[in-house]
């Protein structure tokens, strides 16, 4: 009997702590996460951290060119976060 | 009584020696004479000065005539008159903002001085100073750079002293199990005879967080510390979203912008088909071209933020200072 509740006592902290794991991620998580899946794209050069146009965190992803193939597989939204695509053209040293 | 200009010209040739010997005076020149801050129809001999004082603090040698040689004067402040300098002139001392380069390169900027181990040196970009890792530490550095006339050794102004490498693409691997692996299989190649042979090559470099390099000036005379169009430094920073920020550049001068993203990752081209990944950079808008990389990138107040070395036709890449200050274990 001492055995199970000792065992219970170490289920519920347990669980409060899974509770925590299922937060929300960070826009900065988020866009770890997918960056290298992106920037194996075709003409994908920069993942980055922005605004969008209403001025809310997004996820901005710079293209060298027009890639409509590229741009169609990009999601608008990852997590809550949009995700905005920007030609910025091929990023050179200077 | 109202000369005419060519008799004034007379006056002012005899008597501009004699003027621009006073203190304060900069420059003499032929205008109209102004009065209670309203011009008037009266032509004059005006004198230009670095600072307006009043005559009583001035001794008659230094004191601007009311006339001369029955002309009225002017006295006018002008502040010092400097000689405009393009930023791909040679420059001693040597201020941030103007052209630099290791020998084997066309030109970058001489972005800023900085202190290591108590001696001040020039901190720019490693594919400035360094020839993207194909250089040697104490190879020459010139200013200006090659591409704008300097000359080895007329414009040697210091040697290079330290880089942090760029891992590019497609370089030899690091990674033992593959190359442990390349090894056997090589092995293998040589008894079935085969002329066959692999070698392991990085897909994905490692990340590079900076592209900087420091060169330690051969005389200590040769440095001014600030930056030109802008000053001195006044501190740093850590960049953020928004942060409105500035620059001088051997390519494109005074420029102003705006930081629009932070937290980048960015596929950067090197000539000859070379590609690096860097990340945790901050992204601006245009505000550079080729040969200002090694910027030093500013805010309002003056503080360092960044070292710019890459850009796009719509943006320009910059290396947090703070990575580059920890990579080369510098500080202002």
Known sequence: MKTIVAVILLIIPLTALGDDLDMPSSIEEVKKQHEARFLNMPGVVSVGLGLDPDGNQAIIVGLDGPRPETAAKIPAVLEDFAVVIQIIGPVKAQ | MAEDLSTIRGILSRNRDNLLKRTNVVA??????????????????????????????LSDRDLVPATVDGTPTDVVESGVIRALQAPTDRFRPAPGGVSIGHTAITAGTLGCWVTKTGQKV???????????????????????????GGNFPQDHIANLEQFVPIAFEGEPSQCQFANAVITVFNFGCRIINSNTRYRVISLQAADNLVDAAIAKPLDPADVKDEILNIGPIQGTVQGELGMAVKKSGRTTGFRTGEIQQVDVTANVQYGAGQMALFTDQLLAGAMSQGGDSGSAVLDENNRLTGLLFAGSDTTTIINRIENVFSALGISL
Do not use: R
């Open chain 2, 28 to 57: 003499t020149g032929i205008g109209y004479k102004e009065t209670g801050g309203t011009k008037t129809a009266t032509l004059c001999v005006v004198c230009s000065v670095k600072k307006k004082v009043a005559p009583s603090l």
């Open chain 2, 122 to 148: 020039i901190l720019s970009n490693n594919h400035v100073l360094a020839n993207s890792n194909d250089a040697e530490i104490g190879d020459p550095i010139l200013q200006p750079g090659p591409y704008d």
